[in-house]
């Protein structure tokens, strides 16, 4: 079995070290290797008949054969042809076998809201809800929301996903009032 995300790894780094080069790296290909990188993800949790794995390959090949090109214009057939055995190795490995990779764990979360646990929420600068400040709390309660100040300058306010909702169409609704309130010529 192929070991797709070693591959990918071995991409992502040779990618890293143009960039320390120097070297533009076109949007297009740094798309690709990052849906390569999905689907092999996938695939380790999965099993790797089928579609999937043909695709993944094709992307990562594809991913492969221009950062080669890449390395090749800039460091020379030497740097290409280290990379590419290192690539090949990496693909070849038994390290992550897509079929025997352990289940990576859930990542953790990178932001702690304070909002309790199946709460809807959203973050607004409260700058932009200053226009509103005379009604902030009107509406948070007709709303049935809660709004916790943050120190960065947010305001989170959470509650049920359609109040939320509802709240943030009535606040757009006021800001286009607003706006065309403010408009020269009317």
């Not at 798309?31 to 695709?55: H, N």
């Amino acid at each position: 079995m192929k070991n797709y995300l070693g591959m990918a790894k071995a991409l992502d780094e040779l990618m890293l070290e143009l960039l320390e080069k120097g070297i533009q790296i076109p949007s297009y290909i740094t798309d690709d290797l990052k849906s390569g990188r999905s689907l092999a993800g996938i695939l380790s949790r999965q099993s790797c008949e089928g579609d999937t794995s043909a695709k993944t390959m094709s992307i990562l090949e594809k991913v492969e054969m221009n950062l080669l090109s890449l390395a090749e214009s800039t460091g020379g057939r030497d740097n290409a042809e280290k990379w590419q055995q290192k690539i090949d190795s990496a693909l070849n490995s038994d390290d992550g076998d897509c079929c025997s990779a352990p289940l990576p764990s859930a990542p953790a979360s990178r932001y702690n809201s304070g909002v309790p646990r199946g709460e809807y929420w959203i973050r607004f600068m409260e700058s932009e809800l200053s226009p509103y400040s005379h009604e902030l709390e009107g509406l948070f309660d007709s709303f049935g929301l809660k709004a916790l100040p943050q120190d960065d300058g947010y305001l989170v306010i959470y509650g049920n996903k359609d109040n939320v909702t509802s709240f943030l169409k009535d606040i757009r609704d006021k800001e286009r009032l607003r706006r065309s309130a403010e408009a020269p010529g009317t």
